[in-house]
T-cell receptor, first 112, second 116 residues
Framework: AAGVIQSPRHLIKEKRETATLKCYPIPRHDTVYWYQQGPGQDPQFLISFYEKMQSDKGSIPDRFSAQQFSDYHSELNMSSLELGDSALYFC???????????FGPGTRLTVL | AQTVTQSQPEMSVQEAETVTLSCTYDTSESDYYLFWYKQPPSRQMILVIRQEAYKQQNATENRFSVNFQKAAKSFSLKISDSQLGDAAMYFCAYRSAAGTASKLTFGTGTRLQVTL
């Protein structure tokens, strides 16, 4: 079965640089979620989109922005990167009438 | 705001034995969903089991079952016949049934070791 695709899988950036993370949901899924998991931490919700509209917003820094496109893929844009942004970034998708969120493999971002 | 608490940072179980992971949560909502996710060393988040709050019957998926006590706001995971592949971090998660695209709120996780 098709799964959530995230790219890139690994990303290394310098402080103050920008990064773009991409997420391709499972086919027919209309909802995308972004989570950030720091080292030794539980995943923290950042933002979600339903039918290309922002649905919910969590503890997402103002330096970050995201959107969902017409083909339902989503991109998380991160600017002025800080050392503390180093984390595993998960994208998850769901079909809104169902409960489960299916997670992608994550993008490991390292900020040097 | 909802909170999820996992009071056991680490647990250990012998292969073929049974282990129970604890989870409590706090919410003022009456309708919600609860999940257990497994995160092995690969860091992939894998859904283990789900429970709808309106269902009194405890969910079961093969060797995994839950004990859902709504009044006590408790949601424990029982793993029977433990296998080496069960070794992972386990996260309990809460999701509101209100609105669309409701986020998951996770507990801090329990690291499960499986020994021979």
């Amino acid at each position: 079965a098709a799964g959530v695709i995230q790219s890139p899988r690994h990303l290394i950036k310098e402080k103050r640089e920008t990064a773009t993370l991409k997420c391709y949901p499972i086919p027919r899924h209309d909802t995308v979620y972004w989570y950030q998991q720091g080292p030794g931490q539980d995943p923290q919700f950042l933002i979600s989109f339903y039918e290309k509209m922002q649905s919910d917003k969590g503890s997402i820094p103002d330096r970050f922005s995201a959107q969902q496109f017409s083909d339902y893929h989503s991109e998380l844009n991160m600017s002025s990167l800080e050392l503390g942004d180093s984390a595993l970034y998960f994208c998850a998708s769901s079909f809104y009438t169902y409960n489960e969120q299916f997670f992608g493999p994550g993008t490991r971002l390292t900020v040097l | 705001a909802q909170t999820v608490t996992q009071s056991q940072p680490e647990m250990s179980v012998q292969e073929a034995e049974t282990v129970t992971l604890s989870c409590t949560y706090d919410t003022s909502e009456s309708d919600y969903y609860l999940f257990w996710y497994k995160q092995p060393p690969s860091r992939q988040m894998i859904l283990v089991i789900r429970q709808e709050a309106y269902k009194q019957q405890n969910a079961t998926e093969n060797r995994f079952s839950v004990n859902f006590q709504k009044a006590a706001k408790s949601f424990s995971l029982k793993i029977s016949d433990s296998q080496l592949g069960d070794a992972a971090m386990y996260f309990c998660a809460y999701r509101s049934a209100a609105g669309t695209a409701s986020k998951l709120t996770f507990g801090t996780g329990t690291r499960l070791q499986v020994t021979l």
